[in-house]
């Protein structure tokens, strides 16, 4: 069964910082590519940040480019989501979510349950 | 920026058929997907592919696509399918993903 497991949400003051991790287990991590998708309280599904099988190729939202980082560790099957300079507008819940990828198709196929992510003074 | 654009909220009766619009310039050469999302819980995919349905979801849900335009069917909806609906699709790049504004259905 696949499970992807958030941790590390949380209260944080603007300008602060906050690291996200994924724990992933029931399918092979390291040949997935990842991604992270937010959604603010009572607002839509936001695409955030997506990460390649490597870790080599990385790619975000204008929202947050130049103040988060996707990163991932194989060896321990953990995506995680470094987020620096937090504003208030980035206060969401935070999905972690496994990409299916077939020949032109690219979709999430798996999500977490998400992570809430509070920036307020 | 590349944006999908829904109609904020869909309301049909029990049984009737909802259908559900996403337009985007892109969608004539990118799929689109369409995802569930219950209250409080994470997303479900119900289309794949623009028209295509995952094992599990009723056959009451269809997906199809003309142009800049993507649709999600329900045919004869049910209360159980009053939910948020989100298209979703992947920017020209291929690399990073953009989801419509979601589409609240109530079945009543």
């Known amino acids: 069964e696949v499970q992807l497991l958030e941790s590390g949400g949380g209260l944080v003051q603007p300008g602060g910082s906050l690291r996200l991790s994924c724990a992933a287990s029931?399918?092979?991590?390291?040949?997935?590519?990842m991604s992270w998708v937010r959604q603010a309280p009572g607002k839509g599904l936001e695409w955030v940040s997506a990460l390649s099988v490597s870790g080599g190729s990385t790619y975000y939202a204008d929202s947050v480019k130049g103040r988060f980082t996707i990163s991932r560790d194989n060896s321990k099957n953990t995506l995680y989501l470094q987020m620096n300079s937090l504003r208030v507008e980035d206060t969401a819940v935070y999905y972690c979510?496994?990409?299916?990828?077939?020949?032109?198709?690219?979709?999430?196929?798996?999500w977490g349950q998400g992570t809430l992510v509070t920036v307020s003074s | 920026s590349y944006e999908l654009t829904q109609p904020p909220s869909v309301s049909v009766s029990p049984g009737q058929t909802a259908r559900i619009t996403c337009s985007g310039d892109?969608?004539?050469?990118?799929?689109a997907y369409w995802y569930q999302q219950k209250s409080g819980q994470a997303p479900v995919l119900v289309i794949y592919e623009d028209s295509k349905r995952p094992s599990g979801i009723p056959e009451r849900f269809s997906g199809s696509s003309s142009g800049t335009m993507a649709t999600l069917t329900i045919s004869g909806a049910q209360v159980e399918d009053e939910a948020d609906y989100y298209c979703?699709?992947?920017?020209?790049?291929?690399?990073?993903?953009?989801f419509g504004g979601g589409t609240k259905l109530t079945v009543l």
């Open positions: 979510a496994k990409y299916y990828y077939n020949s032109g198709s690219l979709y999430f196929d798996y």
């Open positions: 979703y699709s992947t920017v020209s790049s291929g690399n990073r993903g953009v």
């Open positions: 892109a969608l004539p050469e990118k799929y």
């Open positions: 029931g399918f092979t991590f390291s040949s997935s590519v």
